[in-house]
C-alpha cells in the first residue's frame, strides 16, 4: 500500500481494524476484497485458480471467498422482467416463486413455469451490476499502473494483462446471450449422446440480462439423495462424467469451466445434465495436442517432454532454462507419483506446476490455467463417488487415443496439407513483408535495438579504430601539405625543398612509426 502511494487515499479510521495485527498479509488482502464488493470478489476467486502470478497463501485465502449476497426483493425482480422482457412477454410467465434458488452477486436464480405449463429457470441480473463493475474496473487499471510503476518485481506478471483478463471474464458472465449461446454449441457438440442433458434456451425471451432455460429435474449431485436413485451405479456415473469431460476437452475444445457438484445433475439410470454455462475454455488443436502430451509425459515421469510443453505452450522467452525447469518439475511431481486420489490431487498438482514455470519465467496461457482447475472439479466429483478415482489412470486410454488419431493418414494428410498453405501464405506475403521492413528501416523514428554483452571490449576496438582513422588522416594531410609545398619549388631538386616541407614529412613519419609500434 505505501509503495504505491495509496495509503494517503484512505482515512485513518478506515486503515486499521481492531484484529488487524493479528492477521496475514493474505488474511487482510482477502477481507478487503470482501468489503469492496463483488467484483473484487470475482477478481480474489480468479487469483485463487492462478498460483503462476500470486503466492500459495494468498491463493488459499482467495479461496475462502464466497460469491453470496443478500437476495433481490421480488418486486424488483417482477420490474426487470417486465422492463427487459416487454409486457407481453412477461405474460408468457404465468408463475415466478418468489424465493430464489440461488443468489449470486450477478444474478440471482428462479424457478417458473411458462404459460405453455413448461417448468424453466430464469437468470435475472442484478440492476446497476455492469455499471458497478465498469467503475470497479477503472479502480483495478489505476492499482495495476501504480503497482507496474512502483513495484518492478511484478513487471514480468504484467499486472495490466491479468486485469485484462479479468475484464474479458466478466464482460462474458455479464452477457447472458453468450451464455446462451455456450449452451447451444454444447448442445450440439452432444446432439448424439442420449446420456447427457444441456438444457434448452428459450431465446424468446431470453436477452443480454435476462436468460430463460429449460428446468432440469435431476438431483444435482450436491445433494447425497442423487446417488440413492433407481437404478444409478456411482461408479458408472464418474466414468460417464469422465468421459463426456475428456470429450469436451480433446475432441470439442470447448469445455464446462465451472464443474463443481452443484452444476452435475444425476437422472435416474444414470443419465447426466449440465447446468451453468457462463464460464467455458476453449482449446485449439496445438493447445489439445499439448495437453494430451502432458498426461502422457505425466505418466511415464518424463519431465524433461512436461517441461518442453509448457515451454511451447507459452509465450516465448530467452531466460528459460529447460533442463532446470525440468528438474524443478521432477522435484515437485515424484515424490508423488502412484499415489490415488485419496493421497494427492492431481490438479491441484498442475496448478504448482504452472507456478514453478512462472517462476522459470514462462507466462502460462489462461486457457491452460483453467483446464488446470476444472481437472479439481473433475477429481471432486471422482473422490465424492469413490476415494481411489485416479484421473491420470482413468484419462490416458483418452489421451492416447488422440495421439494415436494423429498418426493416422488422414490426419497425416491434414498436417501436411496445413504446412503447404502455410508455406504458400509465407511466400505470398514475404514480399510485402519485405517492403513493410524496408518502410519501417526508412522511418526517421525508426531505431535498432540490439544488447552487447563484452560492451568494453567492443568500444575499446571502436575506440582504436577511430584513433586509426583520426591518425591516417593527420598523416595523409601532412604528405599531401609537403608534397603541395615540394611542388613549388624547383622541380627535381631535392636541395631547393623548402624546410617547412622536410618538417611535414617527418612529422607524418613519426606518426606512422608510433601508430604502427601501439596497434601493431
Not at 464466497?66 to 427487459?84: G, M, N, P, T
Not at 469422465?242 to 457438484?261: P, Q, R, S, T
Request: a neutral charge; hydrophobic letters at 45%.
Amino acid at each position: 500500500m505505501e509503495k504505491i502511494q495509496l495509503g494517503k487515499f484512505l482515512s485513518r479510521k478506515k486503515r486499521l481494524a481492531e484484529d488487524v495485527e493479528v492477521l496475514t498479509a493474505a488474511e487482510r488482502v482477502r477481507r478487503c476484497f470482501e468489503e469492496l464488493g463483488p467484483t473484487f470478489v470475482k477478481l480474489g476467486q480468479l487469483l485463487a485458480s492462478r498460483p503462476d502470478l500470486v503466492p500459495e497463501e494468498y491463493v488459499l485465502e482467495f479461496s475462502k471467498l464466497h460469491d453470496r449476497v443478500q437476495s433481490l426483493d421480488f418486486s424488483i425482480v417482477q420490474k426487470l422482467l417486465q422492463d427487459e422482457l416487454g409486457l407481453e412477454n412477461f405474460k408468457k410467465l404465468v408463475w415466478i416463486d418468489p424465493e430464489p434458488i440461488g443468489s449470486a452477486s450477478i444474478a440471482q436464480v428462479h424457478q417458473a413455469r411458462l404459460i405453455t405449463g413448461e417448468e424453466v429457470v430464469l437468470k435475472v441480473q442484478r440492476p446497476g451490476i455492469t455499471k458497478t463493475i465498469e467503475e470497479d474496473l477503472g479502480v483495478l487499471y489505476m492499482i495495476a499502473e501504480l503497482i507496474a510503476k512502483y513495484l518492478p518485481e511484478t513487471r514480468p506478471y504484467d499486472p495490466e494483462s491479468i486485469v485484462n483478463e479479468f475484464f474479458k471474464t466478466l464482460e462474458l458472465e455479464t452477457n447472458f446471450i453468450v451464455e446462451a449461446n455456450n449452451m447451444r454449441r454444447f448442445q450440439e457438440n452432444f446432439k448424439t449422446d442420449l446420456e447427457l442433458k444441456i438444457p434448452k434456451v428459450f431465446w424468446e425471451l431470453t436477452t443480454e440480462r435476462i436468460l430463460v432455460q429449460e428446468a432440469l429435474k435431476g438431483i444435482p449431485l450436491s445433494q447425497d439423495a442423487s446417488l440413492r436413485q433407481p437404478d444409478v451405479d456411482p461408479h458408472v456415473v464418474i466414468g460417464k462424467a469422465l468421459k463426456i469431460y475428456l470429450k469436451m476437452v480433446f475432441v470439442d475444445g470447448l469445455f464446462h469451466g465451472d464443474l463443481h457438484a452443484g452444476n452435475f445433475f444425476i437422472f435416474p439410470s444414470n443419465k447426466l445434465g449440465l447446468v451453468d454455462f457462463g464460464v467455458v475454455g476453449r482449446l485449439n488443436h496445438k493447445t489439445k495436442r499439448s495437453i494430451a502430451s502432458m498426461l502422457l509425459a505425466l505418466s511415464k515421469e518424463d519431465y524433461e517432454r512436461l517441461a518442453y510443453e509448457y515451454v511451447d505452450l507459452a509465450l516465448f522467452t530467452e531466460k528459460i532454462n529447460t533442463d532446470r525447469f525440468a528438474r524443478d518439475l521432477r522435484d515437485l511431481i515424484a515424490p508423488y507419483f502412484g499415489l490415488n486420489l485419496k493421497n494427492v490431487n492431481l490438479g491441484k498438482l498442475l496448478l504448482s506446476s504452472a507456478s514453478i514455470a512462472a517462476r522459470h519465467h514462462l507466462v502460462v496461457p489462461s486457457e491452460l490455467m483453467m483446464f488446470f482447475k476444472s481437472i479439481i472439479s473433475i477429481e471432486g466429483l471422482g473422490y465424492k463417488i469413490d476415494p481411489a478415482f485416479d484421473f491420470l489412470k482413468s484419462s490416458l486410454e483418452f489421451a492416447g487415443e488422440l495421439a494415436s488419431t494423429n498418426m493416422e493418414p488422414a490426419n497425416l494428410m491434414q498436417g501436411w496439407a496445413q504446412v503447404a498453405r502455410e508455406s504458400k501464405n509465407l511466400i505470398y506475403s514475404f514480399p510485402r513483408e519485405v517492403s513493410f521492413l524496408l518502410r519501417k528501416l526508412n522511418s526517421p523514428d525508426h531505431a535498432f535495438r540490439f544488447e552487447l554483452k563484452e560492451k568494453k571490449e567492443i568500444f575499446k576496438v571502436w575506440e582504436n579504430s577511430f584513433q586509426l582513422v583520426f591518425l591516417g588522416i593527420i598523416i595523409g594531410f601532412c604528405i599531401l601539405s609537403a608534397s603541395i609545398l615540394s611542388l613549388r619549388s624547383s622541380m627535381g631538386n631535392l636541395s631547393e625543398l623548402p624546410s617547412l616541407s622536410y618538417l611535414i614529412f617527418g612529422f607524418g613519419a613519426a606518426l606512422m612509426i608510433w601508430a604502427l609500434r601501439k596497434w601493431k
